[in-house]
């Protein structure tokens, strides 16, 4: 395995070929409000895989979904037609792995900032 190409990267190493382990394809997903609080947990997993010498690709940014909700400021309907305006965004982050699952156990072990949300489904690499 040392030397193949996997999804456009070569491993130096092999990656737990000799515990007979199988190696996954793993998707971590992260959300949060939070800007800075999801970029630190996203180093801190890329970190964690790399010490481990892991393919690793990401993060991948995707598109920020905004919430909007227009409502009347004043409770009861009369007075000027004033609005308020409120908005949420919800940004999102995908780390993709290729590594056995009792790695990833490791991996994911560290402290998660509050308000982010992970998600990870593992797939088989064939």
């Given at each position: 395995m ?8 070569k ?7 000799g ?8 998707r ?18 890329i970190?964690g ?24 400021k ?11 305006r ?40 064939n």
């Amino acid at each position: 395995m040392a030397g193949v190409a996997l999804g456009g990267y070569k491993s130096e190493k092999p990656v737990a070929e000799g515990d007979g382990s199988q190696v996954h394809r793993i998707r971590i997903t992260l959300t949060s409000r939070n800007v800075p609080s999801l970029e630190k947990v996203c180093r801190e997993l890329i970190k964690g895989a790399k010490e481990k010498e892991l393919i690793v690709k990401g993060p991948v940014r995707m598109p920020t979904k905004v919430l909007r909700i227009t409502c009347r400021k004043t409770p009861c309907g009369e007075g000027s037609k004033t609005w308020d305006r409120f908005q949420m965004r919800i940004h999102k982050r995908i780390i993709m792995l290729h590594s056995p699952s009792e790695i990833l156990k490791q991996i994911t072990s560290i402290s998660i900032e509050p308000g982010v949300d992970v998600e990870v489904t593992i797939a088989d690499s064939n």
